[in-house]
């Protein structure tokens, strides 16, 4: 699948802007910690842009979030890897725990962006560009920020050989790079 289809794949099933961006978002950190740690970035970047396709298809439903994808995937002759990354994304829908490298990356990835923007957004400039590393670290640290970003999902940057704050550093510079596109 080129990025153009998949592209298009995306819009097909998400309306929501804000759900658009945060599979940009998700695609950068994606291609950036592929990068990083050697894998193959367009694998990686594709997972990280299809990852909630259904997302609106099943109203966000975690007991079925990742089925639908993983069917119109397949139906695409998608690489099972990169389906099975994505569906391994909500643990609910499989009853298993994430094992691989691929998993672990894509849930600490595509977890991190919502702390990385929900950070951006108390910025008085509200800019991608100016927000530093320790800044999104330290708000990692309070639970009561953005609380319904998993923690536990972003700690799993270690199971894939990255400390936090190189993790952070990676995934915020991935997503300064596309700060046009997510208007921020
Ligand atoms: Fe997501």
Not at 15 to 32: C, D, F, G, I
Not at 79 to 101: C, L, Q, S, Y
Not at 134 to 142: D, I, L, N
Request: hydrophobic share 45%.
């Amino acid at each position: 699948m080129t990025e153009d289809d998949a592209i298009k794949l995306l819009k097909d099933y998400i309306k929501n802007e804000r759900m658009l961006n945060h599979s940009y978002a998700t695609e950068a950190v994606m291609r950036a910690l592929a990068r990083r740690l050697g894998k193959d970035e367009e694998k990686w970047a594709l997972a990280g842009l299809l990852h909630d396709l259904d997302v609106e298809l099943t109203n966000a439903d975690l007991n079925v979030h990742g089925i639908e994808t993983a069917r119109i995937l397949k139906e695409k002759g998608i690489d099972p890897e990169i389906i099975d990354a994505i569906i391994m994304h909500n643990e609910k829908v499989t009853g298993m725990k994430r094992h691989t490298e691929f998993q672990h990356a894509l849930a600490a990835g595509e977890t991190i962006t919502g702390l990385i923007i929900a950070t951006t957004l108390v910025y008085p400039d509200k800019r991608l560009a100016s927000v530093k590393t320790k800044s999104v670290v330290k708000r990692m640290k309070e639970k009561a920020f953005a609380a319904s970003v998993s923690r536990e999902n972003i700690m799993e940057c270690e199971k894939i050989g990255i400390p936090l704050n190189e993790f952070v550093e990676i995934c915020l510079d991935a997503m300064q790079g596309i700060s046009a596109t997510l208007g921020l």
